[in-house]
């Protein structure tokens, strides 16, 4: 009777633990769904010094649509976004930031990897004009809250990254 008891446990311990893992990601992080609305924070990061002059686009107004192929090798992986606020700068030089609320972890997953290529392709672009700006492009920050992705590569990341993660 003991032993039945202690499978029968341990069988209730095992199975809990695989419905508690079962929406977590690979680092183990849980997909968590939120409030936040990154288009809310346009005006605050436009006001920021590193993102004064740059275009501003955002799922309601100035959509990017088809042009998020130009600027992250695959318009597909934006199709799992419910919202977004991307800045990129109206000159020759280095200054974006880009937020963006999933629906789910694979969109997540994807667009972190978006951004890496973004990295890359910023950086070899301007490799042969800019050493300044080449710097900007390689010292990329990104990272990811509940349901939002995001990353910045300007001059002064962590006033960006403050308003982003606040």
Do not use: H, Q
């Amino acid at each position: 009777m003991k032993k039945i008891s202690l499978i029968l446990v341990l069988t209730l311990i095992f199975a809990f633990t695989l419905i508690s893992c079962s929406d977590k990601s690979e680092d183990g992080a849980e997909w968590k769904t939120s409030d936040y609305s990154p288009a809310s924070k346009a005006e605050a990061l436009t006001a920021l010094p590193a993102l004064a002059d740059t275009t501003v686009f955002t799922a309601n107004e100035n959509p990017l649509d088809e042009d998020f192929e130009y600027y992250f090798g695959d318009a597909a992986v934006f199709e799992g976004v419910e919202d977004y606020v991307f800045f990129t700068s109206k000159k020759a030089n280095v200054a974006e930031a880009g937020i963006f609320k999933c629906k789910d972890k694979a969109t997540a997953e994807a667009l972190l990897n978006a951004f890496a290529t973004r990295r890359e392709n910023l950086s070899e672009t301007f490799k042969l004009y800019s050493v300044e700006d080449t710097n900007i492009a390689l010292n990329m920050s990104k990272g990811s809250f509940d349901d939002v992705v995001w990353f910045v590569t300007t001059k002064d990341n962590k006033s960006v990254e403050d308003v982003i993660t606040k």
